[in-house]
């Protein structure tokens, strides 16, 4: 990082004291000052490309045998972007990672929020409002946008686990062998299966081309398992 932008980080920061939250004045000028921007902007961007290494890792590829392997890669991702927001915060104050981190607890354990990607943005919406609230305008503002952008392109094609149930075992292979090739003629990609067919238990976890097109599978499903109506569900599955 450059001696300007350094300089003009501790302005931020309270003109150079860790302990100091910066002024309203200060936080506002933050947004006339590129090297700022860039510093922000460059951490979150870097936090998210090194993160998509381990994320995408060639061998979990195909490796999705229930909910939480479908939501690892932007669980993984969503924490990156925490940990370089909360890297910033207790730049300004070392005390603040005590605030963080029980914060983090409080989410994670005591409030109904869900799966583990929905965690990760509830802890990253607190630290925008931390950051808002120390005057950190700049951070705040530029992690929300990353939020949004995330939030946007990683959930814009939802994954859905297909389920069937309360079959048995020769129905179950039948409607295996049934379902693949109603899957493909659509257009829907397979993220992964977990079978047992000896319990009548079947589990496709799939990605349509768009959101609109699980009522359409729906409607096929429905049409070829007549007489399992009930049996055979597309379900959101994160």
Do not use: C, N
Not at 10 to 32: H, K, N
Not at 101 to 112: A, C, D, P, S, V
Not at 138 to 152: D, M, Q
């Amino acid at each position: 990082m450059s001696a300007g932008a350094a300089q003009g980080l501790d302005a931020m920061f309270g003109g150079g004291s860790p302990q100091d939250f910066p002024t309203i004045e200060q936080g506002l000028s933050a947004f006339r000052d590129a090297g700022q921007i860039a510093y922000l902007a460059l951490g979150i961007a870097l936090a998210i490309l090194l993160s998509s290494v381990i994320a995408f890792h060639p061998r979990r590829r195909g490796r999705v045998r229930d909910d939480a392997d479908l939501e690892y890669p932007r669980t993984i991702i969503l924490f990156a972007v925490v940990g370089a927001i909360v890297a910033q915060i207790v730049r300004v104050s070392p005390a603040m990672a005590l605030v963080v981190f029980g914060i983090g607890g409080l989410i994670r354990f005591r409030t109904r929020i869900g799966a583990p990607a929905d965690t990760g943005h509830a802890i990253l919406a607190t630290l925008i409002g931390i950051a808002a609230g120390m005057g950190m305008f700049l951070l705040a503002v530029i992690g929300t946008i990353t939020a949004w952008l995330l939030i946007l392109t990683m959930e814009s094609r939802p994954a859905y686990r297909l389920r069937v149930r309360d079959l048995d075992e020769l129905g179950a292979l039948e409607a295996r062998e049934k379902i693949r090739p109603i899957l493909a003629a659509s257009g829907w990609k397979v993220l992964g299966e977990a079978h047992r067919p000896d319990e009548g238990k079947l589990d496709f976890y799939v990605r349509g081309k768009d959101p609109d097109a699980a009522e359409s599978l729906r409607a096929e499903l429905r049409q070829a398992f007549e007489e399992a109506e009930g049996r055979v569900r597309l379900e959101d599955a994160i």
